[in-house]
């Protein structure tokens, strides 16, 4: 079957060779930057560069964070293939996304003096196929840009007194026919991670308390290519290459104090963990005719990391040492993924896109534990510790875009995905699974400030490779089984979202949605000649009602000129019967509530600004075979800056990220077998903190 999927999407990628220039610049330049917001399509809010003045862009990306009610998004690129992987950018009416590169990477290459306007599409129009998003944002190129470059220097002061450093370069210059441009990322962290801990028996009684001091050291370098050409004039390619090398290092100790402070036990141990990955995409556009094009999208990405070995040795205050606990792990991952699209429009006011995509990819674990008792070194064993796991997924696709009139627009899809994976090693086992994913969304534009989005969808999770393997964490005491039997979780989800603007620059939203799953993802306890573990698995049907509101408002009327606030805020009900215990409870994860602010304050005559964001979350609660966790935020984290452009026009920003350094809670109730017997055997009480980071950071554009 993989191969017939794979000749039958090669071969619509040779018809479409055989037959829009993804990044030709648009002269919009006389456009005219003097008035702040232009008339644009229905449906389309146009801003010009001057909109942006008082928060003094240096790159698009700084303009694009800006836009009214818009919030920039990747897509969901952690899932295989490249269906998911589309964000809701467009560059020249084309979206530059791709998994090689993320959206803020284009975006920061782009010196704000090479932006003609920017367009907020607001509802499904036929020329634009928002896949799944709400709105998108097209930035459009001034014609002719030539040589432009960026860059970005960042020092960082941890609170244990280590200084990192962050630096991104990039350079665009024109070669020919060719648009090639040229970056570099690399930095070097150091930082220190504060542990409290209590632990207290099944009496409640204080048996030991715990400091931990965690050093980490962290480098990485990631290079990136990218190409285009127009080849003429009705087809274009683009090439995006990356590449990342990285080193991690942590030195740990835990001192152990008994209920009258005397030394009770140490805990060392020192990790190391080292990668490197690459990645490449091109895609191909052209005009098959003047109602017809095609897109064909290639990705190849491999990577694979080392850990250790890894020695956790563990001392007794009285009788030195005791033991260790040695891992060793090693893996790698790759896909491959071939998407070819097509898109008609012949029919006004319609737009059809349809195509197909395959992907193919694999990920091989290694994990090896071993016991040292001084003398001799044991191996443990330890189930589904070797193991590869391999998918080929295929799907078709069409959505089709109806604008009913100026008001009503309807946005509908079909995908229709089969795929196979198969696990060998220490698990062995093949599964197929087809299903079908439908939606429909339908936008309805009252007037030129209030909308309404209607959405019905169906979605299907992708297995987590990491699932398939067992996994260790030494540190935590903590040790999951891989599970080769769990499914992937089905949800339909209804959603509603009105959406007001007011104001040349302000915007509110309030969404409501509700989700029916099946086959919840969550934690199922596997029985073994050696125990009872935790593993991945499917725990029945759930529900989730969430309600999430935006805010974007400026606040002259509060005294406060060129201020701005965004306001988020996200509640979750979420509702599963618990496979132990048989009662109602939260889904393992989610937090109830979310609220996230973000203020800025510009002084456009003095060439200063300022500003804070604040992000809380609720508690959050994890169900698993033999333990209960519930994670507390604290008092949140508020960070806060001050930036001028006063010198040579580069933004100078210096802040503080953490300011409150209150660190998270977790509760962690351990029992004496199943959770559902309730017999607590200890609890646990721990605070971690990373502390107050304090920061400059350069941003220039030449």
């Known amino acids: 079957m993989r191969g ?53 862009p240096v790159t698009a990306l700084d303009m694009v964070s800006r836009v009214p009610g818009f919030s920039l998004s990747n897509g969901d690129t952690d899932r295989r ?12 009416g084309s979206r530059p996304s791709n998994k090689s590169l993320t959206l803020e990477t284009v975006l920061q290459r782009i010196p704000m003096e090479d932006v003609a306007t920017i367009e907020l599409i607001q509802e499904a129009l036929p020329q634009y196929n928002m896949r799944g998003h709400p709105r998108l944002v097209n930035v459009i190129l001034r014609e002719g840009a030539g040589r432009s470059g960026a860059w970005t220097g960042n020092v960082t002061l941890s609170d244990s007194g280590r200084v990192g450093t962050r630096h991104q370069l990039s350079y665009s210059f024109p070669v020919g026919d060719f648009d090639i441009n040229l970056g570099i990322d690399t930095g070097f962290s150091g930082n220190r991670v504060r542990r409290r801990e209590e632990r207290f028996d099944a009496a409640d009684m204080l048996e030991f308390t715990a400091r931990d001091s965690d050093q980490r050291n962290y480098a990485e370098a990631i290079p990136t290519l990218s ?43 020192d990790t190391e963990n080292h990668g490197s990955s690459w990645s490449v995409t091109s ?6 005719g003047e109602h017809l094009s095609s897109e064909t999208i290639f990705l190849a990405s491999r990577e694979r990391w080392e850990d250790g070995p890894e020695p956790y040795a563990f001392y007794d205050a009285q009788a030195g040492f005791v033991g260790a606990t040695i891992f060793n792990a090693a893996g790698e991952y790759e896909e491959t993924a071939l998407r070819q699209t097509f898109n008609w429009n012949r029919i006004e006011n319609h737009n059809l896109e349809f195509g197909a995509e395959t992907a193919v990819n694999a990920r091989d ?126 949800t339909w989800t209804l959603e509603a979202e009105w959406e007001h603007r007011f104001g040349e620059d302000g915007s509110a939203s309030l969404q409501v949605g509700y989700d029916m799953v099946e086959d919840l993802d969550g934690w199922v306890p596997i029985t073994t000649p050696t125990g009872v573990f935790d593993a991945p698995g499917n725990i029945g049907d759930g529900t989730n009602l969430r309600i ?155």
Do not use: C
Request: net charge negative; aromatic share 12%; no cysteine.
């Open 365 to 490: 674990t290694d994990i090896n534990l071993f016991e040292d008792d001084g003398v001799t070194v044991t191996p443990i064993v330890l189930p589904v510790t070797q193991t590869r796991v391999e998918e080929t997924r295929s799907e078709l696709f069409a959505n089709h875009v109806w604008q009913v009139n100026d008001r009503l627009s309807v946005e509908s899809g079909l995908r229709y995905e089969f795929s196979e994976i198969e696990q060998t090693g220490d698990a062995v086992q093949s599964r197929s699974f087809t299903y079908a994913k439908p939606s429909i969304t339908v936008n309805w534009r009252q007037d030129e400030d209030n909308r309404i989005r209607l959405t019905a969808r169906r979605d299907v999770a992708q297995l987590e490779f990491n699932k398939f393997a067992s996994s260790v964490d030494i540190a935590d005491n903590n040790s999951t089984l891989g599970n080769p039997d769990y499914v992937p979780q089905r």
């Open 227 to 269: 190409v285009n050409w127009d080849i003429d004039d009705r087809s274009s390619l683009r090439l995006d290459a990356r590449a990342q090398a990285w080193t991690w290092h942590r030195n740990r100790a835990n001192y152990g104090f008994d209920p009258s402070g005397d030394p009770l036990f140490i805990e060392l141990n």
């Open 81 to 92: 293939g490249l269906g998911d992987s589309f964000g809701n950018l467009l560059i020249n």
């Open 548 to 702: 999430t509101g935006n805010l974007t408002t400026p606040l002259d009327r509060f005294g406060l000129s060129n201020a701005v606030l965004d306001v988020f805020l996200e509640w979750y009900n979420t509702n599963v019967e618990d496979p132990l215990t048989g009662e109602d409870r939260q889904w393992s994860g989610p937090r109830e509530w979310e609220l996230a602010l973000d203020f800025r304050q510009t002084f456009p005559q003095s060439g200063y600004a300022w500003g804070w964001d604040y992000h809380w979350v609720s508690d959050g609660e994890v169900y698993r075979a033999q333990r209960f966790e519930l994670f507390n935020n604290t008092d949140g984290d508020l960070d806060v800056y001050a930036e001028t452009t006063n010198w040579l026009g580069m933004t100078i920003r210096a802040g503080v990220d953490g300011v409150f350094n209150n660190g998270d809670d977790r509760m962690r109730v351990l029992y004496d077998g199943s959770r559902a017997n309730g017999v607590i055997l200890a609890t646990e009480h721990r605070n971690v903190s990373m502390g107050q980071t304090v920061y400059l950071r350069v941003v220039d554009t030449f």
């Open 4 to 56: 017939k999927v794979f000749d039958v999407v090669a071969g619509a990628a040779t018809l479409a060779l055989l037959g829009n220039s993804a990044w030709a610049f648009r002269d919009d330049a006389g456009a005219g930057p003097a008035n702040t917001q232009q008339e644009g399509q229905a449906g389309i809010a146009v801003y010009a560069p001057a909109f942006f003045a008082n928060y003094s």
């Open 283 to 288: 895609t191909y556009a052209r005009d098959l």
